[in-house]
C-alpha cells in the first residue's frame, strides 16, 4: 500500500499516461489511425469496441492501453487519498489539507464521468441524412429530416474543418439564417417537429438533438444540401458537468489558499538549512 | 491607419521588451519599473489595436497568441514576488522570452485567423482566452522557476514558491477553460468530449503540470531538480502550442 500512494509511483504513472497520450497524438494522422479515431467519435465507445472497432485493431489496443494506465493512476489515487490524505483530516485541520482531499476525491467523480459517457446512453455523432430520409432511434423513436435551408455558398460545403474555417466566415456564413427541420416520432405518432440550427440543439424526451453542420451528398450536385446531425443521450452528462465545475472553483480555492499559506514546513526547513 | 498604427506597435514591443530585460538585469536604480509600465502600455495598444482590425478579441493562430502571451506576460512580471533581486530577474526573463515571441514574426507570417462564424459565439471566445490565459500563466510559472537559478537562497526560495503559486493558478485557469470548451463542444457536436490531437494534447498538458506538483520530499528539496521540474511544463506546453500555430495550415 505504501508502494502504492508513494509520490514515485504517481510521477511514474503520470509519466506513462503522458507517453501514450504523446502515441495517440502521433497515431491520429489521417495515414495512419486517423479515420479508426473517427470512428471512435461517433458512437458509445462501448459500441465501438463490440463492433467496428476490431476492423482495424491498432486504435482499440491504444484505447485498451489508455484505459490500463488511467487504471494504474486511479489505483495510486485511491491509495494515496486513503494513506496520505484522508488520515491527515481531524476536525480543526488546516483547511488546504481539506481542500488536497477533495480535489481529489472531485478528480475521481470527473474520471467517472468520463468512464460513464464511453459506456451509458446512446451516441450517434455524423448521422448524415437528406431531406425525406428519416432514422431509427433508441426507445422506438424515428427521426425524420423534412427540410433543409441553408443560404450560403453551397460550393464550399464539403470542405475540412481546417480548411472550413477560412472560407466559413461571420459574413459568408450566417448561423440563425440556416437551419434544419425535423419530425420525432414513434409509431407514427409526431412527438417534436421544430427547427435545428448550430448551436441550438433540441431535447426530445431524453435525446439531445444537435445540428452540427450542412453536407452535399455529391460533389455533382452541390445545391442538394443535407445535414451532419448528433443524437446523444447520457444520464450523467449532468453530474459530469457539476462534478467539473466544483473541481474547477476547488482549484482555484486550493490556489488561493496555497498562496495565502506561504511556504510548505518541508520548504521552510529546506530553505533554513539553505540559510544557515 | 490601423494597419499601420498595428506596425509600429509590433516594432516597439520588439525593442522595448529587449531594453527592458537589459535595464532588469543589468541596470541599477528603479528604470527597469519605467521600461516595465511602458512594455505593457504597447503590448496593451497591440492587443487593442488588433481588436480594433478583428472587431473580435485576438483568440487563435501564431501572432494573435504571441501577443497576447506579450501582454499577460507584461502585466504579471510587474507584480511584486517579495525579493528585489529575484523580481528583477524574473522581470527581465519575461520581457526576453516576450522579445523571443515577437522576434518569431520577424521570420514568420503576421496574419490574422479569418473571422470564422464560430468565433461569435460567447463559448467559444472565453474558451480561446482561457487556453492562452492558462499558457501565459504556465508561461510565467517556468521562468520564476529558471529566475531562481540566477538568484542567492532566499531569492531562490521566493522565486519557487511564486512559481508553484502559479503553476495552481493557471491550472485553474485551464480546468476553467477546459469546462467552456466541454460546453462549446456540447452545443455544437452533441458530446463534449472527442477524441482528436487537441483533446489529447490538452489532457496531455494537465498531466504535465500535475507530475510538477507531486514530485518526492527528496527531490523537491534539490532546487534545480524543482526548478527544472517547474519550468518544463510552461515551456514545453508553449513551445508545443506556438508551434501547433506555425503548423496551421
Given at each position: 500500500?505504501?508502494?502504492?500512494?508513494?509520490?514515485?509511483?504517481t510521477?511514474?504513472?503520470?509519466?506513462?499516461?503522458?507517453?501514450?497520450?504523446?502515441?495517440?497524438?502521433?497515431?491520429?494522422?489521417?495515414?495512419?489511425?486517423?479515420?479508426s479515431?473517427?470512428?471512435?467519435?461517433?458512437?458509445?465507445?462501448?459500441?465501438?469496441?463490440?463492433?467496428?472497432?476490431?476492423?482495424?485493431?491498432?486504435a482499440?489496443?491504444?484505447?485498451?492501453?489508455?484505459?490500463?494506465?488511467?487504471?494504474?493512476m486511479l489505483?495510486?489515487?485511491?491509495?494515496?487519498?486513503?494513506?496520505?490524505?484522508?488520515?491527515?483530516?481531524r476536525?480543526?485541520?488546516?483547511?488546504?489539507?481539506w481542500?488536497?482531499?477533495?480535489?481529489?476525491l472531485?478528480?475521481?467523480?470527473?474520471?467517472?464521468?468520463?468512464?460513464?459517457?464511453?459506456?451509458?446512453?446512446?451516441?450517434?455523432?455524423?448521422l448524415?441524412?437528406?431531406?425525406?430520409?428519416a432514422?431509427?432511434?433508441?426507445?422506438?423513436?424515428?427521426?425524420?429530416?423534412e427540410?433543409?435551408?441553408?443560404?450560403?455558398?453551397?460550393?464550399?460545403?464539403?470542405?475540412?474543418?481546417?480548411?472550413?474555417?477560412?472560407?466559413?466566415?461571420?459574413?459568408?456564413?450566417?448561423?440563425?439564417?440556416?437551419?434544419v427541420?425535423?419530425?420525432?416520432?414513434?409509431?407514427?405518432?409526431?412527438?417534436?417537429?421544430?427547427?435545428l440550427?448550430?448551436?441550438?440543439?433540441?431535447?426530445v424526451?431524453?435525446?439531445?438533438?444537435?445540428?452540427?453542420?450542412?453536407?452535399a451528398?455529391?460533389?455533382?450536385?452541390?445545391n442538394?444540401?443535407?445535414?451532419?446531425?448528433?443524437?446523444?443521450?447520457?444520464?450523467?452528462?449532468?453530474?459530469?458537468?457539476?462534478?467539473?465545475?466544483?473541481?474547477?472553483?476547488?482549484?482555484?480555492?486550493?490556489?488561493v489558499?496555497?498562496?495565502?499559506?506561504?511556504?510548505?514546513?518541508?520548504?521552510?526547513?529546506q530553505?533554513?538549512r539553505?540559510l544557515? | 491607419m490601423?494597419?499601420?498604427?498595428?506596425?509600429?506597435?509590433?516594432?516597439?514591443?520588439?525593442?522595448?521588451?529587449?531594453?527592458?530585460?537589459?535595464?532588469?538585469?543589468?541596470?541599477?536604480?528603479r528604470?527597469?519599473?519605467?521600461?516595465?509600465?511602458?512594455?505593457?502600455?504597447?503590448?496593451?495598444?497591440?492587443?487593442?489595436?488588433?481588436?480594433?482590425?478583428l472587431?473580435?478579441?485576438?483568440?487563435?493562430?501564431?501572432?494573435?497568441?504571441?501577443?497576447?502571451?506579450?501582454?499577460?506576460?507584461?502585466?504579471?512580471?510587474?507584480?511584486?514576488?517579495?525579493?528585489r533581486?529575484?523580481?528583477?530577474?524574473?522581470?527581465?526573463?519575461?520581457?526576453?522570452?516576450?522579445?523571443?515571441?515577437?522576434?518569431?514574426?520577424?521570420?514568420?507570417?503576421?496574419?490574422?485567423?479569418?473571422?470564422?462564424?464560430?468565433?461569435?459565439?460567447?463559448?467559444?471566445?472565453?474558451?480561446?482566452?482561457?487556453?492562452?490565459?492558462?499558457?501565459?500563466?504556465?508561461?510565467?510559472?517556468?521562468?520564476?522557476?529558471?529566475?531562481?537559478?540566477?538568484?542567492?537562497?532566499?531569492?531562490?526560495?521566493?522565486?519557487?514558491?511564486?512559481s508553484?503559486?502559479?503553476?495552481?493558478?493557471?491550472?485553474?485557469?485551464?480546468l476553467?477553460g477546459?469546462?467552456?470548451g466541454?460546453?462549446?463542444?456540447?452545443?455544437?457536436?452533441?458530446d463534449?468530449?472527442?477524441w482528436?490531437?487537441?483533446?489529447?494534447?490538452?489532457?496531455?498538458?494537465?498531466?504535465?503540470?500535475?507530475?510538477?506538483?507531486?514530485?518526492p520530499?527528496?527531490?523537491?528539496?534539490?532546487?534545480r531538480?524543482r526548478?527544472?521540474?517547474?519550468?518544463?511544463?510552461?515551456?514545453?506546453?508553449?513551445?508545443?502550442?506556438?508551434?501547433?500555430?506555425?503548423?496551421?495550415?
Amino acid at each position: 500500500m505504501q508502494r502504492l500512494s508513494s509520490l514515485k509511483f504517481t510521477l511514474g504513472s503520470l509519466a506513462g499516461l503522458m507517453i501514450w497520450l504523446g502515441l495517440g497524438v502521433f497515431l491520429l494522422q489521417p495515414n495512419l489511425l486517423g479515420p479508426s479515431f473517427q470512428e471512435m467519435n461517433r458512437v458509445l465507445i462501448l459500441d465501438w469496441m463490440l463492433g467496428s472497432a476490431w476492423d482495424q485493431p491498432w486504435a482499440p489496443i491504444w484505447f485498451l492501453g489508455l484505459c490500463l494506465g488511467v487504471g494504474v493512476m486511479l489505483l495510486n489515487l485511491g491509495a494515496c487519498t486513503l494513506t496520505r490524505l484522508l488520515p491527515r483530516l481531524r476536525p480543526g485541520n488546516r483547511l488546504r489539507g481539506w481542500l488536497l482531499t477533495l480535489v481529489h476525491l472531485v478528480m475521481l467523480v470527473v474520471l467517472m464521468g468520463h468512464g460513464a459517457e464511453m459506456v451509458l446512453g446512446h451516441k450517434q455523432e455524423e448521422l448524415r441524412l437528406v431531406p425525406g430520409q428519416a432514422t431509427a432511434l433508441p426507445g422506438g423513436l424515428s427521426l425524420r429530416l423534412e427540410r433543409v435551408r441553408f443560404t450560403s455558398d453551397p460550393s464550399v460545403i464539403n470542405l475540412p474543418y481546417r480548411r472550413a474555417r477560412w472560407v466559413w466566415t461571420s459574413s459568408a456564413f450566417h448561423r440563425r439564417e440556416n437551419w434544419v427541420q425535423v419530425r420525432v416520432s414513434r409509431e407514427g405518432q409526431e412527438l417534436w417537429h421544430g427547427k435545428l440550427r448550430i448551436l441550438e440543439p433540441a431535447k426530445v424526451e431524453s435525446q439531445r438533438l444537435t445540428l452540427a453542420g450542412f453536407f452535399a451528398p455529391s460533389e455533382a450536385k452541390k445545391n442538394q444540401v443535407g445535414a451532419r446531425l448528433a443524437v446523444v443521450y447520457n444520464p450523467l452528462t449532468t453530474l459530469f458537468f457539476v462534478a467539473y465545475g466544483a473541481w474547477v472553483v476547488l482549484y482555484a480555492i486550493l490556489a488561493v489558499v496555497t498562496w495565502r499559506s506561504g511556504p510548505s514546513s518541508q520548504n521552510n526547513g529546506q530553505t533554513r538549512r539553505q540559510l544557515g | 491607419m490601423l494597419t499601420s498604427l498595428l506596425d509600429w506597435f509590433y516594432w516597439s514591443c520588439l525593442l522595448a521588451t529587449a531594453a527592458a530585460g537589459a535595464l532588469a538585469w543589468w541596470g541599477t536604480g528603479r528604470w527597469w519599473r519605467v521600461a516595465g509600465w511602458l512594455v505593457l502600455a504597447l503590448a496593451l495598444g497591440q492587443a487593442v489595436t488588433t481588436a480594433l482590425i478583428l472587431h473580435r478579441p485576438p483568440l487563435a493562430g501564431a501572432y494573435e497568441s504571441a501577443l497576447v502571451f506579450l501582454l499577460w506576460l507584461s502585466a504579471l512580471v510587474l507584480l511584486p514576488c517579495g525579493d528585489r533581486t529575484a523580481q528583477r530577474r524574473l522581470a527581465a526573463l519575461g520581457w526576453w522570452t516576450g522579445c523571443v515571441l515577437m522576434a518569431l514574426f520577424l521570420v514568420g507570417s503576421r496574419r490574422f485567423y479569418p473571422d470564422w462564424y464560430m468565433y461569435q459565439y460567447i463559448w467559444s471566445r472565453l474558451f480561446f482566452s482561457l487556453r492562452m490565459a492558462a499558457n501565459a500563466t504556465w508561461l510565467y510559472a517556468a521562468l520564476a522557476a529558471l529566475a531562481s537559478l540566477a538568484v542567492d537562497a532566499a531569492g531562490r526560495h521566493c522565486l519557487l514558491r511564486w512559481s508553484r503559486n502559479f503553476l495552481l493558478v493557471g491550472t485553474a485557469v485551464f480546468l476553467a477553460g477546459e469546462f467552456v470548451g466541454f460546453t462549446w463542444r456540447m452545443q455544437w457536436m452533441g458530446d463534449y468530449w472527442c477524441w482528436n490531437a487537441n483533446f489529447l494534447e490538452a489532457t496531455l498538458f494537465f498531466l504535465l503540470v500535475t507530475a510538477a506538483a507531486h514530485l518526492p520530499p527528496a527531490w523537491a528539496a534539490r532546487p534545480r531538480l524543482r526548478a527544472a521540474a517547474q519550468a518544463v511544463p510552461g515551456l514545453l506546453i508553449v513551445t508545443l502550442f506556438m508551434t501547433h500555430m506555425f503548423m496551421e495550415p
